[in-house]
Structures are given as C-alpha cells and as structure tokens.
T-cell receptor, first 113, second 109 residues
Framework: DGGITQSPKYLFRKEGQNVTLSCEQNLNHDAMYWYRQDPGQGLRLIYYSQIVNDFQKGDIAEGYSVSREKKESFPLTVTSAQKNPTAFYLC????????????FGPGTRLTVL | GQNIDQPTEMTATEGAIVQINCTYQTSGFNGLFWYQQHAGEAPTFLSYNVLDGLEEKGRFSSFLSRSKGYSYLLLKELQMKDSASYLCAVMDSNYQLIWGAGTKLIIKP
C-alpha cells in the first residue's frame, strides 16, 4: 500500500523549543517537498530535495532545517528561530520528470503555545 | 511578481454544475494543476493541463487558455462530498509550483 505518511497529526510545543516533523514515502519518488499552509493563503514551499544528501531552500526557509539521509525520509525541524510556527505542514513527493505530479501526506498541525 | 487568483468561496446546490475559475501571472508556464482538499486533510490531485483545451475526467473537467492565463474546473452532478477547497497551482519556468489560496466550495441540499 504505497503512500506518504506524516507524524504526528497534531503537535503542541512551547515557545523556544525545536520540534521535528516526520515524513516518509514508499512511492520510490526521488523528489520530496515541505509546504506550510496558513488560512487564506496558498501553500508556501519551505524546502525541497531532489536527491539523497541534497536539498534546496524554498520561499520561506528561515527558521526551518531539513535532512535527506534516505530516499524515503525527509524530516523537517521547526526551530525556535521561526517567528510564527503555528501552521499546517504538508509533505509531498514526486518523480523527477519535469512537471511530475506531487502527492501529499496527511499533514501535521503544529501549535505553539 | 507571480500571482494566482481564484474566488475565496462559492456555494452551489446538490445535483447542479459549478465552475471554479483561476487566473494566473507567472514566470513561465509548465502546466496547471487542480487539487481537492477537504478540511484538515491533504490535497489530492484532480487534473493537469499543459495544452489549451478541455480535459474531462468523469464528473470533473478542467479547461486551460494559456494566452489568457486562465483555467477553470467544472464539477457536474454535484454531491455533498464535493464540499471542499479546490486549489489551483501553476508550475513556473523553474518547475516550482505556485499556489492559489484555494476556493472553498459549499454544497447545499
């Protein structure tokens, strides 16, 4: 049963704490992405990776970090430097062909208290 | 700058037809995607257009006019389960997706 999993679905953290969001895919996709979704706005790209051990900043990378040690996994760390971290975080993956469709995980809703 | 515009909210009646419009201004164009997103869930892929014209897929159809920077998603025989947000996204010259804010579709019985 192929797909993308994200955990946890809901996450609460105190201000000043770092937190890591998990994203795993078994679709054998090369590319993986992290987006942030806020009410009334389009999805905004945080980071993306097209190959293991390589990743690029998206439009809003400040305050976030990622790693890509395995093809299947692309965890996102929300650091204390992120000024407004409360949001819905979506992970996606796709093949490497131009204009390949991106498929999304179920998302993690992060709330900073 | 790059911009995707779609209506914030639309209301339609069960069994009817609704058209959701999307206009775009982007740096280059490598295709337009429509996704459906139920509240609190992941977006799911509906359609992809890269050439002008209409693509039909069951009750859903998507149209593209590149010269006008315009697309629409047409939903026929509306069902209550179609109540969701519909996201328009354009792939720019760098093959990055630029997303609209989404159209929330409310279906009434």
């Amino acid at each position: 049963d192929g797909g993308i999993t994200q955990s946890p679905k809901y996450l609460f953290r105190k201000e000043g704490q770092n937190v890591t969001l998990s994203c795993e895919q078994n679709l054998n996709h090369d590319a993986m992405y992290w987006y942030r979704q806020d009410p009334g706005q389009g999805l905004r790209l945080i980071y993306y990776s097209q190959i293991v051990n390589d990743f690029q900043k998206g439009d809003i990378a400040e305050g976030y970090s990622v790693s890509r040690e395995k093809k299947e996994s692309f965890p996102l760390t929300v650091t204390s430097a992120q000024k407004n971290p409360t949001a819905f975080y979506l992970c996606a993956s796709s093949g490497l062909a131009d204009a390949d469709t991106q498929y999304f995980g179920p998302g993690t809703r992060l709330t900073v208290l | 700058g790059q911009n995707i515009d779609q209506p914030t909210e639309m209301t339609a009646t069960e069994g009817a037809i609704v058209q959701i419009n999307c206009t775009y201004q982007t740096s280059g164009f490598n295709g337009l995607f429509w996704y459906q997103q139920h509240a609190g869930e992941a977006p799911t892929f509906l359609s992809y257009n890269v050439l002008d014209g209409l693509e039909e897929k069951g009750r859903f159809s998507s149209f593209l006019s590149r010269s006008k920077g315009y697309s629409y998603l047409l939903l026929k025989e509306l069902q209550m389960k179609d109540s969701a947000s519909y996201l328009c996204a354009v792939m720019d010259s760098n093959y990055q997706l630029i997303w609209g804010a989404g159209t929330k579709l409310i279906i009434k019985p």
